[in-house]
């Protein structure tokens, strides 16, 4: 039987993901996450991304609508992550887990030659730990 080897990241990642500009409001991050049904979005300044948006980052600083005026709506950038989690495409994906566990975090951007090349979240391990056992159970 040939010995399986840990796939990279750029493997399994989520390639191509929809992004949304740092100067975005929150509202428009929302509807965009609702629309793509994710949780998360690269957050990009000027072709170059920065950052992560997740939905929980949204509900955590989203006020009751009464208390915000339309010209006071905050914007992705007052809610992000100073640098979101970065990862090589070539990375493998046992070492990203690690990293994702031992920081806590839900989601990394991924990048191949300095450019955005997908992204890695938790929602995507759990797929492939799914995908594992089921296909250690019928061995």
Same mark, same amino acid.
């Given at each position: 039987?040939?010995?399986?080897?840990?796939?990279?990241?750029?493997?399994?990642?989520?390639?191509?993901?929809?992004?949304?500009?740092?100067?975005?409001?929150?509202?428009?991050?929302?509807?965009?996450? $609702?629309? !793509?049904?994710? *949780?998360?979005l =690269? %957050?990009?300044?000027?072709?170059?991304?920065?950052?992560?948006v997740? +939905? @929980?980052?949204?509900?955590?600083?989203?006020?009751?609508?009464?208390?915000?005026?339309?010209?006071? $709506?905050? !914007?992705?950038r *007052?809610?992000? =992550? %100073?640098?979101?989690?970065?990862?090589?495409?070539?990375?493998?994906? +046992? @070492?990203?887990?690690?990293?994702?566990?031992?920081?806590?975090?839900?989601?990394?951007?991924?990048?191949?030659?300095?450019?955005?090349?997908?992204?890695?979240?938790?929602?995507?391990?759990?797929?492939?730990?799914?995908?594992?056992?089921r296909?250690?159970?019928?061995?």
């Amino acid at each position: 039987m040939p010995k399986q080897t840990i796939p990279t990241l750029g493997e399994v990642m989520t390639a191509s993901p929809t992004t949304i500009d740092i100067n975005a409001t929150l509202s428009q991050a929302k509807v965009l996450m $609702e629309q !793509l049904g994710v *949780d998360h979005l =690269p %957050v990009m300044d000027n072709e170059v991304v920065e950052t992560i948006v997740s +939905d @929980r980052d949204i509900k955590r600083f989203t006020l009751p609508a009464h208390e915000l005026r339309e010209d006071e $709506e905050p !914007l992705v950038r *007052d809610i992000t =992550p %100073v640098r979101a989690s970065l990862a090589d495409f070539n990375d493998p994906l +046992d @070492r990203v887990l690690d990293v994702m566990h031992d920081r806590h975090v839900s989601a990394v951007i991924v990048l191949k030659e300095g450019e955005l090349a997908g992204i890695f979240t938790e929602t995507d391990a759990c797929g492939l730990l799914a995908s594992l056992l089921r296909e250690t159970a019928s061995k």
